[in-house]
């Protein structure tokens, strides 16, 4: 076994060692390896500052939330942007009541978008499908690796099993097996 490292460093080297075993036709995979190490090591370094992007961030979410009620987290925000409407099971905000109980969802929509606790998010698509709209989900399903090399965050789909870091977070719900 050549160490990566080496190779790297000293490729004549490691070229000069396959000629003198009389293995010419192996030279041209010297020069493929160390393309691809640099590939695999650019590749590295991306994952690496898409990570800590992430964990930035994750930090000022954190300092966010940490200035705000769990219920009305950013809604100043959201209703500079567009109406924006609250129901809490409580009644504490908003409408008391689930989502699907708003005045606001009987409404006709082309499409739905949510996220959420998965059981509200089903009650919302079953509603949406028997409604015949469309609608997507964004899954809130645990992340270990961000990557899908774990397989953490797998969700049964019709296209199989797929990683909803990789493959989503959101998904159509006609992509998804769920009893809706």
């Not at 490729?11 to 036709?25: G, L, M």
């Not at 695999?40 to 500052?49: F, G, I, L, M, N």
């Not at 739905?112 to 919302?124: D, H, Q, R, S, T």
């Not at 990789?166 to 719900?173: A, L, Q, Y």
Request: proline share 4%; hydrophobic share 35%; charged share 30%.
């Amino acid at each position: 076994m050549i160490d990566i490292k080496f190779l790297r460093e000293n490729p004549e080297v490691v070229k000069e060692n396959i000629r003198k075993k009389f293995q010419d036709s192996k030279l041209p995979l010297v020069d493929e390896v160390i393309e691809l190490d640099a590939e695999s090591r650019k590749t590295q370094q991306e994952a690496d500052d898409l990570r800590a992007n992430r964990n930035k961030i994750s930090k000022e979410i954190g300092a966010l939330m940490a200035k705000r009620d769990e219920n009305t987290f950013l809604l100043d925000e959201f209703k500079e942007q567009a109406a924006s409407f609250v129901a809490t099971e409580d009644g504490s905000v908003g409408t008391k009541g689930f989502v699907t109980d708003h005045p606001l969802f009987a409404g006709k929509y082309d499409m739905i978008y949510c996220c959420g606790p998965k059981p509200m998010m089903l009650a919302v698509a079953k509603s949406a499908k028997a409604r015949e709209i469309d609608c997507e989900v964004s899954l809130e399903n645990k992340m270990a690796c961000g990557l899908g090399a774990c397989l953490c965050c797998v969700e049964e789909t019709t296209e199989g099993n797929l990683c909803t870091c990789t493959h989503g977070p959101v998904f159509n719900i006609n992509q998804l097996t769920w009893p809706i």
